[in-house]
């Protein structure tokens, strides 16, 4: 018989939810001024430009949840973009975006050997991958933008469903419930979890800890690149500088959402939530006609309050035990 969650319980749990209740402070801020934020029109924009971080994330929370981290994303989704491009000169679409991802799952795969096999710190790893993918980009491409010619490629990511919805929403959705499956579901999202939660603890109760991570770097590296194709799709164009805030802001907002960086902690609907606080807070700002550089400093500001107010409430937390 399933215990009954009294009103009050559900309240603490809901203020442990620091990105919910940032994003409903923010949703309720909005009726009090005379702007287009509550229309149709730009709920579906903003979902739509957020699409593609979120997708990204739903990778990345895997890799945190493992324990480890992973700065090279930016930089995989310029190259991969810039891969399908300049192989559809020579070969049909889906062989060139198939090529793409094998080669996020080959970075992934070499990041995974780096920090797992040889236990190496997967900040550094991740950032200095990062900045050989950028300087590979910029080779093949001279630093110059690389148009795509075809137009199909192009309705790849900027075509709609029945109903006027975006592709690139529906990509979202799916792969979060995807994702949501995989480590809610399987037994591969519960080891992801145990290793996040202690590396040699899993090891000794007999997980694969290091296949664990190691694939979690390659699912990674493979979300990386299709986002990559995705937003060369919706742009029509690849470029060496697509991604380079990218890293900073995807795994910012999966920490925001609550997957803690020490590993173990958190989930896709999470990581959902805090990329969208992100979004939200831009899209309010843009609305209010707030200036870009005062844009910048409001969204550090809130991240940081939002992070100091989980890790003092974790504290709090370990000092009652």
């Known amino acids: 018989m399933k215990r009954k969650i009294s009103a009050g319980e559900m309240l603490r749990r809901f ?21 287009n934020f509550y229309t149709a029109y730009n ?35 310029s190259l991969s973009g810039i891969i399908t491009i300049k192989l559809m000169n020579c070969m049909p679409i889906l062989p060139a975006i198939l090529i793409a991802l094998l080669c996020g799952a080959a970075v992934g795969f070499i990041n995974g050997l780096l920090v797992v096999h040889q236990k190496t710190e997967p900040f550094i790893i991740t950032l200095g991958m990062g900045m050989l993918l950028k300087g590979v980009a910029q080779q093949i491409t001279d630093a110059h933008p ?4 075809n137009l199909q490629f192009m309705k790849i990511a900027n075509s709609k469903l029945i109903g006027g919805i975006p592709n690139l929403i529906v990509i ?9 499956c995989i480590l809610r579901y399987t ?14 603890v899993a090891s000794m109760s007999g997980i694969n800890a290091r296949r664990t991570k190691w694939a979690a770097y390659v699912i990674c590296g493979v979300m990386a ?23 900073l ?25 805090g990329l969208l606080v992100i979004q ?3 899209n309010c700002m843009n609305m209010l006609g707030i200036n870009a550089y005062v844009q910048q400093v409001c969204e550090g500001l809130i991240i940081l309050l939002i992070l100091w107010s989980d890790n003092y409430a974790q504290k709090r937390k370990l000092e009652a035990v």
Not at 15 to 34: C, N, S
Not at 146 to 149: I, L, S, T
Not at 233 to 245: E, M
């Open 187 to 200: 037994s591969f999202g519960r080891n992801c979890y145990a290793v996040g939660g202690d590396y040699n």
């Open 225 to 247: 690149a299709f986002c990559g194709v995705l937003l060369s799709s919706k742009l029509n164009t690849g470029s060496s500088i697509y991604g380079d805030s990218t890293a």
């Open 280 to 282: 939200l807070l831009e």
């Open 146 to 149: 690389v148009p795509a010619k």
């Open 249 to 273: 802001s995807v795994n910012c907002g999966c920490v925001v959402g609550g997957t803690s960086f020490a590993g173990g902690i958190g989930g896709i609907p999470q990581t959902f939530a």
């Open 43 to 77: 709920l579906k924009d903003m979902l739509n430009s957020a699409a593609i971080l979120e997708t990204l994330a739903f990778g990345v929370t895997l890799v945190i949840i493992c324990g480890g981290v992973d700065f090279s994303i930016g930089a995989m989704m």
């Open 172 to 180: 979202m959705i799916v792969m979060f419930v995807i994702f949501h």
């Open 15 to 35: 203020t442990r939810q620091k990105a919910l209740i940032a994003i409903v402070l923010m949703l309720l801020a909005m009726l009090f001024f005379d702007t």
